[in-house]
């Protein structure tokens, strides 16, 4: 999966569960900057922050997703 392609995924699912970019960040400790940067493309998370990622939005994440 492609940067942008994840990004767009990860938007999707954090607007359907009606939280924000800091409210997704905090969940994950992370900055509301990093998770704007999953959402535009440039960057992927961190692979220590996949699961929890997963967790808070609801989702299985599998290798076959990437």
Known sequence: MEA???GLFIAKLRKEKQI????L?????VTDKAVSRWER???FPDI?????LA???G???GIDDM
């Open 4 to 6: 942008k392609e994840l």
């Open 20 to 23: 924000t970019q800091a409210e």
């Open 25 to 29: 960040a905090k969940r994950l400790n």
């Open 41 to 43: 493309g440039l960057g």
């Open 48 to 52: 220590n922050t996949l699961e929890p």
């Open 55 to 57: 967790d808070s939005l």
């Open 59 to 61: 989702k299985f994440i």
